[in-house]
């Protein structure tokens, strides 16, 4: 993975895993394969003088907002093409640890386990028995 913040065109700052995606024929940059993308926002939670920064208490002076990035598409994988991206940065440590977080919530709420009903499931007779030649078992069942 390639934990990186992107500069759009647009002044959205995404994090996302970035890869760069190349046409190898010309050796040449086609854009980006951005996956699971977030806008990430940085919000000031109060105004600090700077007359005053030797003072001022910053706990808890700004916080990191995350918004899914386009949430009513079907796809969580996009083509950023190159011209739509004004700069690429690696995030701060823990900007990677809060985006990894909300990856693991979205993945919770949004991942559905399947449970076959194992009577109904139609296997092939050399399926899970690997001592027997599956071109034998072929040849025995049209006998």
Not at 28 to 36: C, E, P, R, T
Not at 92 to 114: C, D, M, P, R, S
Request: glycine share 4%; hydrophobic share 35%; aromatic share 10%.
């Amino acid at each position: 993975m390639s934990i990186q913040i992107l500069l759009l065109e647009t002044g959205e700052s995404v994090i996302a895993d970035v890869r760069e995606a190349l046409d190898p024929g010309e050796n040449k940059s086609l854009g980006y394969l951005v996956d699971q993308p977030y806008e990430v926002r940085v919000s000031m939670n109060q105004r600090i003088n700077t007359e005053d920064i030797d003072d001022a208490n910053l706990e808890n002076s700004s916080s990191v907002e995350f918004r899914a990035w386009a949430p009513l598409s079907a796809e969580r994988t996009y083509r950023f093409t190159e011209d739509f991206v004004r700069c690429i940065y690696k995030p701060h440590e823990e900007v990677v640890g809060q985006y990894f977080e909300i990856l693991q919530k979205w993945q919770a709420a949004n991942t559905k386990t399947v449970y076959p009903e194992k009577s109904l499931t139609n296997t092939s007779p050399f399926i899970g028995n690997e001592s027997e030649d599956p071109s034998q078992a072929l040849v025995s069942e049209s006998n």
